[in-house]
């Protein structure tokens, strides 16, 4: 395994692939193994960078004095990126990973040649008390108690106690012990429960696209996520015209040939240069629709074969 060091503290960090730079932010449970279902087939084409920060993960686990914050964590980022010497990444951030991203390109945006990003720019009153009951439910009933909860929450509408969420509440279960303390859990969510980010919007000039599903508790069939994202491209754009794009997009798997399959083939094979900054000099954002789709880690026909 691969580490930086800041300060006595080690950074896990691996790579995968070669060509453009895509450093990939999942969140507080999954991590990195948010994308273990399209991790391969991403470094088919792209320098695919997975990182841990501080506090979780493979990274050290130290919590002294419940001293982190999401700039913490943002800079943890930037040391990896600095000891790599990373100048042209494009950011993917999702779910909790998506504030690390959006702030990270605020503030490093030299750095940064395009985002892709689920809209969790700042934490509204609906993911507050969401991540208030991930700390109740986790630290009184264990992984598999928020495992149930997160899956219910992140799936497409069509998969809700289904076989499939069955399957994936366990492997997100065997994900959290692997990645996070029970005791640090109530830390974690209230880092997650303060960020507000709004300001720093505007100050995001790479070409940026939100990726969100229509399907399910997170997509834009829910008004408040719309609502999110609406915000979210008139403080990048100001007010630009959003460009949307539909399809039934399923991002992890290599299923039989057909509809589906395409429009995955689409996102994978085409530069991402091709998918986020809009075709010309101009930088307008972006928002791409996919039915089905809030997590990468979450298609709505997931094949167990993949587990």
């Avoid at 042209?88 to 998506?98: E, I, K, Q, R």
């Avoid at 991540?131 to 108690?145: H, L």
Wanted: hydrophobic residues 35%; glycine residues 8%; contains cysteine.
């Amino acid at each position: 395994m691969a580490f930086v060091t800041d300060k006595g503290v080690n950074l896990w960090y691996e790579i995968k692939g070669q060509g453009q730079p895509l450093v990939l932010s999942g969140g507080f449970g999954l991590l990195h193994n948010q994308w273990d279902f399209v991790t391969d087939l991403l470094a088919q084409h792209y320098q695919v960078i997975n990182w841990n920060y501080r506090g979780s993960g493979q990274s050290d686990r130290a919590w002294p004095g419940k001293s982190y914050n999401q700039d913490t964590w943002v800079d943890d980022l930037e040391i990896i990126l600095d000891a790599l010497d990373i100048k042209d990444a494009v950011l993917w951030g999702t779910s909790t990973g998506s504030p690390t991203s959006i702030r990270y390109t605020a503030r490093y945006q030299d750095r940064v040649k395009a985002l892709i990003t689920y809209p969790m720019f700042k934490a509204d009153p609906g993911f507050r008390k969401a991540f208030s009951y991930f700390s109740g439910v986790c630290e009184t009933f264990g992984y598999d108690a928020l495992a149930c909860l997160t899956t219910w929450i992140g799936c497409a509408a069509e998969n809700v106690f289904q076989p499939k969420q069955g399957e994936m509440a366990k492997w997100e279960a065997e994900c959290f012990e692997r990645n996070f303390a029970i005791e640090t859990i109530d830390e974690i969510m209230s880092i997650c429960s303060t960020n507000d980010f709004t300001s720093d919007l505007a100050k995001i000039t790479v070409p940026t696209l939100v990726l969100m599903g229509e399907s399910g508790v997170l997509g834009t069939n829910n008004p408040a996520n719309k609502a999110l994202a609406d915000e979210f491209l008139q403080h990048v754009s100001g007010g630009a015209a959003k460009n949307h794009t539909q399809g039934r997009w399923h991002l992890l798997h290599d299923r039989a040939a057909g509809e589906n399959r395409a429009g995955g083939d689409r996102l994978y094979i085409h530069p991402l240069n091709r998918l986020c900054p809009v075709p010309g000099n101009v930088k307008k954002p972006r928002v791409a629709r996919v039915p089905g789709l809030f997590n990468p880690y979450w298609p709505t026909d997931y094949p167990s074969t993949h587990r």
